[in-house]
């Protein structure tokens, strides 16, 4: 599912955070987003995932304007991970991944056979499984950050879009965050 900005701007507050930006993204491919502190690469993400409107220009995904998605389709097309690996919640952590499952459900109806199996496996591909039955609010960072990474995998979007996804992560879950990014485009992702 491709991914695509023309001439967006956006500001925060008066403040123009971006400015007349183009970027087109293919499935299958890692792109890297590289710039200084306050560049506006955060704003970027923001803006094509629908989260901060643009001023001008206009996000495309599969081809759509993406006021034309639905909240809910958006929430199954593109998955988010924040730069941030805050998680205050008293909640265990495979209930915070299963969140990632929400837009396949209707309501609140219970998680099916296929979501929990591919919550576990979301967890395991984090190295995260023996986090499980922790409670966010008790787990490192670093844990946190990999827990936070099998919800937005949980959510088995063909967009993926990570915001510094290894700024938490030790030299080993750094590596196989790199290689567990491959794999996602490898599938198309």
Known sequence: MSLSLRNVSASYGGRIALEDVSLSLAPGRITGLIGPNGAGK??????????????????????????????????????????????????????????????HRSGFAPLSATDLAIVHEALARCDASALADRRMDGLSAGERARVLLARALATAAPVLLVDEPAAHLDPAHQLQLMELLREEARRGT
Do not use: C, I
């Open 42 to 103: 955060t704003t970027l993400l923001r803006v094509a995932l629908g989260f901060l409107p643009a001023n001008s220009g206009e996000v495309k995904l599969q081809d759509r304007p993406l006021r034309e998605w639905s909240g809910d389709g958006r929430a199954r097309a593109m998955a988010y991970l924040p730069q941030s690996a805050e998680s205050h919640w008293p909640l265990k952590a495979h209930r915070l991944v299963a969140l990632g499952r929400m837009p």
